[in-house]
């Protein structure tokens, strides 16, 4: 039986191993504002701080992944005086790269399991994640341009390490909307899935992912979530840390000693 814990605008299930985070704004089509922004980092908080939970999926409730940032928020902030503006606005960014980087930063694997249109910041939370699933009629499109806006999620840091400079620069300087089978072709998101099955997949994948070491995983992800940023020497030296801290944990020893007595058989 999940552990099912619902916010106004999160809803966050624990089954076992796995913890499915799912914004719950479908009348809006999980468009967040504030309060969203505010739940879901909580709800990152409880899964990170949970060692019972080893991986994550991220998805939307109702038809929807995502569709960005709440526009009636935007249409408020026009009355706003622009030194104001300016301020509230650097304040909103901020709370906002928190939960960007709570997500991204997570030692737990992450999966976004892509339920349907994933538009502008939602975009964004998708490509944060470790790895991305889609329905077949999920869609994908950076279109903060088409707002007078550039893409504040992380996209500007995430896209291009996923598709290459120049397929990011098309997609985020034209705001187009790409669907899943693009999105697959050009290495956007890894696998795509009919919907029925969708969350099932997710979470099959993300027990798959995280079935191993806990502590292993988590200080290889670190590792890996800075190596385009880092020299070759940086990445070894992390490693060496890495490794020495695997050497004494419980599950490297219980893993020889348990190769060591299959060997002997």
């Not at 409880?46 to 709440?70: H, K, M, Q, S």
């Amino acid at each position: 039986m999940a552990n099912v814990q619902t916010s106004s605008t999160v809803e966050t299930a624990i089954d076992g191993p796995i913890a499915v985070v799912a914004l719950n704004r479908p009348e809006v089509r999980n468009a967040v504002n504030e309060t969203l922004r505010a739940e879901f980092i909580a709800a990152l908080a409880r899964v990170a701080g949970d060692d019972a939970v080893r991986g994550v999926v991220i998805t939307g409730n109702g038809p929807a992944f995502c569709a960005g940032g709440d526009i009636a928020a935007m249409q408020q902030n026009l009355n706003a005086a622009p030194g104001e503006l300016a301020f509230n606005g650097w304040r909103r960014q901020r709370r906002l790269h928190e939960a960007v980087g709570a997500l991204h930063r997570l030692t737990k694997p992450t999966i976004a399991a892509v339920n349907g249109p994933a538009i502008g910041l939602g975009c964004d939370l998708a490509l944060c994640c470790d790895l991305i699933i889609a329905a077949e009629h999920a869609s994908f499109a950076m279109s903060f341009i088409l707002r007078g806006l550039v893409p504040d999620g992380g996209g500007l840091y995430f896209l291009p390490r996923r598709i290459g400079l120049a397929r990011a620069k098309e997609l985020i300087f034209t705001g187009r909307r790409v669907d899943a089978q693009e999105a697959l072709a050009m290495g956007m998101v890894d696998r795509v899935t009919n919907s029925a099955t969708l969350l099932a997949e997710a979470r099959a994948w993300a027990a798959e992912l995280s079935g191993g070491s806990t502590a292993a995983l988590a200080l290889a992800k670190e590792i890996l979530n800075k190596t385009f940023e880092l020299s070759d020497e940086d990445v070894f030296a992390l490693g060496r840390q890495a490794q020495a801290v695997c050497y004494t944990t419980d599950e490297h020893r219980e893993a020889v000693k348990a190769f060591l007595a299959k060997a002997q058989r």
